[in-house]
C-alpha cells in the first residue's frame, strides 16, 4: 500500500490564483480530512468528509473548497489564494472501524502564496 | 480557549525516560486523548490514544489523570531517534468523528 499521497510536494501561487491539492488513499477508509500547519499554531483542521458525498468544515475552513466523488480522492480547493494561505497541508486518513481519530497522514504540501 | 496546551519544548538524555505532559483544560467526557508525533516536518505519525484508563503499546505509553484534565505520554527509553515534535490531542469519534485538535506542540530533543 502506498498510504496517503499527495501532490504537488511544493507549490507556489499568485494571490488570486487559484489551484487543487490532491489527496489520495488506497488502504479503503471512510475518513478522510486536511489541516494545515504554521509555526507556533500547531495543526488545524480545515475541512473533513466521513465517506463518498459527505463533506463538513473544521476549525478553518474559509477560503477552501472540498468535494468527495470516491472513497479514494478527497481533493482541497484553493478558489483565490491569500498570502494567508501560506501554509503546510496535510491530508490524512483512517478507518471508521478501528480506534477513532488514529489517522494516517500523508507527507504533506508546502504551499507559498505571494 | 485552546483546548490543549503543552509546554513548548523539553530535553531528555539518551536512554531515560521523557515525560511529555499535556493539559485538557475543556476534555469532554467522550473525547479520547490522542499522542502524535512529527519528525522533519514528514507527515504526523500516530503514537497512541486513551480514553480513561492507562495505555500502554510497543512505543510509549500513555497516562491520565483521574479527572482527565491532563495526560503524560511516556517514551520509557527515549533514543536519538525519538528527537520530534510531540502533539496532542482531543477528539470524541462517533457523530463527532473527524474533530480531532491538537495541541501546538512539544520539541522533544533526546540528545547522547
Known amino acids: 500500500n502506498a498510504g496517503v499521497t499527495q501532490t504537488p510536494k511544493f507549490q507556489v501561487l499568485k494571490t488570486g490564483q487559484s489551484m487543487t491539492l490532491q489527496c489520495a488513499q488506497d488502504?479503503?477508509?471512510?475518513?478522510m480530512s486536511w489541516y494545515r500547519q504554521d509555526p507556533g499554531m500547531g495543526l488545524r483542521l480545515i475541512h473533513y468528509?466521513?465517506?463518498?458525498?459527505?463533506?463538513d468544515q473544521g476549525e478553518v475552513p474559509n477560503g477552501y473548497n472540498v468535494s468527495r466523488s470516491t472513497t479514494e480522492d478527497f481533493p482541497l480547493r484553493l478558489l483565490s489564494a491569500a498570502p494567508s494561505q501560506t501554509s503546510v497541508y496535510f491530508c490524512?486518513?483512517?478507518?471508521?472501524?478501528?480506534?477513532?481519530?488514529?489517522?494516517?497522514f500523508g507527507p504533506g504540501t508546502r504551499l507559498t502564496v505571494l | 480557549d485552546a483546548k490543549t496546551t503543552q509546554p513548548p519544548s523539553m530535553d531528555c538524555a539518551e536512554g531515560r525516560a521523557a515525560n511529555l505532559p499535556c493539559n485538557h483544560s475543556?476534555?469532554?467526557?467522550?473525547?479520547?486523548v490522542y499522542w502524535y508525533r512529527q519528525i522533519h516536518s514528514q507527515g504526523p505519525q500516530y503514537i497512541i490514544h486513551?480514553?480513561?484508563n492507562n495505555e500502554t503499546n510497543e512505543m510509549a505509553s500513555l497516562i491520565i489523570t483521574e479527572d482527565r484534565k491532563s495526560s503524560t505520554l511516556i517514551l520509557p527509553h527515549a533514543t536519538l531517534r525519538d528527537t520530534a515534535v510531540y502533539y496532542c490531542?482531543?477528539?470524541?469519534?462517533?457523530?463527532?468523528?473527524?474533530?480531532?485538535?491538537f495541541g501546538q506542540g512539544t520539541i522533544l530533543t533526546v540528545h547522547p
Open positions: 490524512a486518513s483512517s478507518s471508521l472501524a478501528g480506534a477513532p481519530d488514529t489517522q494516517y
Open positions: 488502504m479503503n477508509h471512510e475518513y
Open positions: 468528509s466521513v465517506g463518498a458525498g459527505i463533506t
Open positions: 475543556t476534555i469532554s467526557g467522550n473525547e479520547y
Open positions: 486513551g480514553l480513561k
Open positions: 490531542g482531543q477528539g470524541a469519534g462517533g457523530t463527532s468523528y473527524g474533530k480531532l485538535t
